[in-house]
């Protein structure tokens, strides 16, 4: 019982450091992007930093690669795909609608990740889980209403892109808990690489890397360079912290956490940029807050509840052994 529950905190507190690091990324990319405004090479240079980072961790023995056959690799570079097709979605569908409009749909990818779990994973849940999951999703449409303005285009691949962010959460969580059962680090050091190259050719063939061959031949600096370097260096830290709270959590409990972080990162926005938000929006933001805290303690009760049902094996308990001695008596 009590190892189950230090799992259970283990993974909150894998949890935490992903509210922290994926604040503090968000904000500062908003901060790099203001000076170097190409997204998809600023991917790449976060999968780069990712590629590096994992080889140097492997070179110093923090994980044994695990040995995959062709198969295994195949399910490798769909994920990459996956990972890469989901940014490139998120980015096209971004520049047909409005931002609060696609942050509301965005908002609806713990339902997704329900919806999937139930029609491909027979997988249920508590009706506990599902009212908690009410206020999440109401709280960010309050917390970014406003004039949603967008095309059919525009909201059909927002929907596509919530589903693939549904889709990339699941399977990171089966791909590290399922029969593969990757060390995050591992799965990183995988994909990473391949998402790199990826990011590389939807910058060349949209125009982007020239854009950016011209614009570091006048405006790289020093000291944006060094931002960059450390953009990519906080992503990795990113990405191994999210690996790993998805595999101590579960794929809802991540798109929830996403969900939490996206109104957490609206208040910061407003303390840091001196942004105005109505009535509307405030009431949104703590909606948000509550029901992502309802959810985490139903989560929490319900796995606390289903480690006390499993029975504990104790080799120095007679109870254990009267069975046997029962069989051994009836023996004689």
Known sequence: ?????????????????????????????????????????????????????????????????????RNENMVMLM??????????????SLNLVSVAFHQV???????????????FLQKSYSRMIYWSLCPVVLGVAFATAGEYDYTMMGFLLTVLGTALAAVKTI????????????????????????AFVQCLCYAYFTGELAEVQEFSATNMTKQLAVGLL????????????????????SALTMTVAGNVKQVLSIILAVMIFKLNINATNAFGILLTL???????????????????????????STEQHEPLQEMSSEKK
């Open 1 to 69: 019982m009590s190892s189950v529950r230090s799992s259970v905190d283990a993974g909150y507190l894998w949890l935490g450091l992903y509210f922290i690091l994926n604040l503090s990324l968000t904000l500062y990319n908003k901060a790099i992007l203001l000076g170097f405004r190409y997204p998809w090479t600023l991917t790449a240079i976060h999968t780069l930093c990712g590629s590096i980072g994992c080889y140097l961790l492997y070179i110093f023995g923090f994980f044994v690669p695990a040995t995959l056959g």
């Open 79 to 92: 994920f990459s795909v996956l990972y890469t097709i989901n940014i490139a979605i998120s980015n096209v």
């Open 105 to 119: 749909v965005r908002a609806m990818t713990p339902v997704f990740t329900v919806l999937i779990s139930l029609m």
């Open 171 to 194: 399977v990171t969580n089966r791909v590290q808990v399922g029969r593969l059962k990757l060390h995050p680090l591992d799965l990183l050091f995988r994909m990473s690489p391949l």
């Open 230 to 249: 450390f953009n990519g260096i906080l992503a990795f830290a990113l990405n191994i912290v999210s690996f790993t709270a998805n595999k101590k959590t």
């Open 290 to 316: 509550a029901g992502g805290a309802w959810y985490g303690k139903v989560e929490l009760s319900e796995k606390a509840a289903k480690a006390a049902m499993l029975p504990t094996y104790n080799p120095l």
